[in-house]
């Protein structure tokens, strides 16, 4: 038996077929279309752009520093390099006895021990026979102390020490304080031990082979052992030096000081003396007599010592040993002139000198 086909049914078949075509159409239009959206890159704000631009820059400024810094570690290495080679040429050059000594120090301590030792007998041989001092001699300029450059030497030397008020002290107010005390409280005077010391140690340094004459001067000056007046002393009779010296320490200073009269007695020696050694402590105060007031004012002092130059006896070497005292700022000059002027030497020393 056939069956009868319904007109209808082929027609909903194709229509539904018509609509799933159209449907899925859609739907991959709308996949493409949300893909190509979700892929494309995003646009750069422009703010983060210029902070990249920033750091791209400091990326390269620390890339030209650490080229800088690579040189100059480059170079750094090529000095070094060098500076050892040198090093090792110069130790490859220097002297034996260095080597020597860096080889094998102990023997090369001992051996310098020895040679002080021998240095040491030398100098005290040298003592025994001369004038018992190391010295230095210079051709031409006589016999010079070591170190301090006083000219010892001569044929007759006169040691003049300044005995006036002023040593007592180095203060003009300590000076007036001790001018009142008795004698045996001046004696004791710092300052004035101190002279006295000078000048005994100069007289033992003496070459024994010389004359000599110890004067203090205040207001005028004498020998201090009166009776040698118009003589000379040996230096080799330890007697007369020994009282020369004594009666030095055993004299109160005291008075004015009258430079001017010191060179004048100086000038009246027969025979003169070829070196003077004078103690002082500053600019004298006194003329060839007193001064009319009780001050003397430094430019009045100045005249003064240049009064006494003009009587000191020409061609005589001046070695001056200072004692600074206040309120007289011109005497290191002046006297130091004195003694580049006669061809002697200035000594300013230390208070624990000698």
């Keep these: 038996m056939r069956r009868n086909r319904r007109p209808g049914a082929a027609l909903s078949l194709s229509f539904l077929d018509i609509m ?7 739907t991959l239009l709308f996949l493409l279309l949300k893909h190509a959206e979700i892929t494309r890159p995003p646009e750069p704000e422009p703010a983060s752009g210029a902070e990249i631009n920033l750091l791209v820059a400091d990326i390269r400024e620390g890339e030209r520093e650490l080229a800088t810094l690579r040189n100059a570690r480059t170079a750094l290495e090529q000095e070094i390099r ?37 240095l040491e007998e030398e100098v005290e ?41 002023s040593m007592l002290d180095e203060t003009i107010v300590e000076i007036i304080r001790r001018r009142i005390r008795d004698d045996a409280g001046k004696l004791q005077a710092p300052k004035w031990r101190r002279a006295t010391r000078t000048a005994a ?14 004067y203090a001067f205040n207001t005028d000056a004498q020998p201090t ?41 100086v000038r009246a020696m027969n025979p003169p003396p070829d070196n003077l050694i004078l ?36 061609g005589l ?17 002046l006297f130091w002139q004195l003694g580049v002027a006669t061809g002697g030497s200035f000594l300013s020393p230390a208070r624990d000198w000698p």
Excluded at 202 to 210: E, Y
Excluded at 283 to 309: C, M
């Design 125 to 165: 041989r040298l003592r025994g026979e001369d004038s018992g001092a190391a010295v230095l001699r210079v051709a031409g300029e006589g016999r010079r102390q070591y170190l301090t450059g006083l000219r010892l030497g001569g044929a007759r030397v006169l040691i003049l020490v300044d005995a006036s008020a």
């Design 20 to 26: 799933a075509c159209g449907f899925g159409a859609a």
């Design 82 to 118: 060098a500076a050892q080679g040198l090093a090792r040429r110069l130790l490859s050059e220097q002297p034996e006895p260095e080597r020597s000594l860096r080889a094998d120090p102990k023997q090369e301590l001992a051996s310098l021990r020895e040679e002080i030792t021998r």
């Design 279 to 314: 103690i002082t402590d500053g600019l004298p105060t006194w003329g060839r007599k007193a001064p009319r007031g009780n001050t003397v004012d430094p430019s009045r002092r100045e005249q003064l010592f240049r009064e006494a130059i003009e009587v000191l006896p020409a």
């Design 225 to 265: 052992t009166p009776d040698s007046a118009g003589r000379w002393l040996q230096v080799g009779d330890a007697t007369a030096a020994d009282t020369a010296v004594r009666q030095l320490r055993a004299k109160v200073p005291g008075g004015g000081t009258s430079l001017v009269n010191a060179f004048a007695a």
């Design 201 to 214: 140690w100069l007289v033992a340094h003496l070459p024994k082979t010389s004359d000599f004459q110890l």
């Design 317 to 333: 070497p001046v070695n001056v040993i200072l004692f600074p005292m206040e309120g007289d700022p011109a005497a290191a000059s």
